[in-house]
């Protein structure tokens, strides 16, 4: 099972921009599909972005589609979410994910899907 670390969270101001970074574990990388999930106190963890094997297909929660972008390098093990225009709402602890599952990968929005998950990071969106 790949092992998942993420960073670059924190306070940002809103309409600010952010990138997370998630290094992962293991020698097969392009073998998973990865996401980005996050979770906002008191609320369900929620799909935020997903990414195919080798990045040509992403797909995105409505509510960050135009302002988020996911991508990955292979050659280093590591998924990125650019996080642009933050809104306050956009405030959550922020989780990557991964899973072997490749069929299919805009379905795949569930936590369930994801059997990999990193220890997460909290990003503050100030007002």
């Known amino acids: 099972q790949v092992q998942l670390v993420e960073s670059g969270g924190g306070l940002v101001q809103a309409v600010g921009s952010l990138r997370l970074s998630c290094a992962a574990s293991g020698r097969t990388f392009s073998s998973y599909c990865m996401g980005w999930f996050r979770q906002a106190s008191g609320l369900e963890r929620e799909f935020v972005a997903g990414?195919?094997?080798?990045?040509?297909?992403?797909y995105y929660a409505d509510s960050v589609k135009g302002r988020f972008t996911i991508s990955r390098d292979n050659t280093k093990n590591t998924v990125y979410l650019q996080m642009n225009s933050l809104k306050p709402e956009d405030a959550a602890v922020y989780y990557c994910a991964a899973t072997s599952n490749n069929k299919d990968v805009a379905s795949l929005r569930r936590e369930a899907d994801f059997g990999s998950w990193g220890q997460g990071t909290p990003v503050t969106v100030s007002s």
């Open positions: 990414i195919s094997r080798y990045g040509g297909f992403r």
